[in-house]
């Protein structure tokens, strides 16, 4: 899950394709800010115990009857949050990595 902030108000959606640059999600389409704006976003990542607390631009928007698709680029994070970040990136990469190469064996 994440929450942006747009203008201080808090909206809610769904995070996919998280990398350490950026990420894409999805919200309700009337809530979703426009490309261009920057927007405060807080990310609940599995696995750790602190929400990872950013600054992020809307690089592009995408809306359909419900939901607006979203994708995000980073343009500030505390070094703590970023390397959080990081490290659960790469540990993803890694057991996805595993699994693929587990598949491909078999």
Same mark, same amino acid.
């Given at each position: ?15 996919? #394709? ?21 927007? =405060? ?17 809307? %690089? ?18 505390? #070094? ?8 659960? %990136? ?5 057991? #996805?990595? =595993? ?8």
């Amino acid at each position: 899950m994440v929450t942006s902030y747009v203008h201080d108000r808090p909206v809610r959606g769904l995070a996919s #394709n998280l990398s350490d640059g950026g990420m894409s999600l999805s919200a309700i389409a009337m809530l979703a800010p426009p490309p261009g704006v920057v927007v =405060g976003l807080e990310l609940d990542v599995p696995g750790l115990d602190d929400s990872i607390w950013a600054a992020a631009r809307v %690089c592009y928007r995408r809306d359909d009857h419900l939901a607006s698709g979203l994708g995000v680029r980073f343009v500030a994070m505390a #070094n703590r949050h970023a390397r959080m970040l990081r490290e659960f %990136c790469l540990e993803m990469r890694r057991k #996805n990595l =595993g699994s693929l190469l587990a598949r491909i064996r078999a």
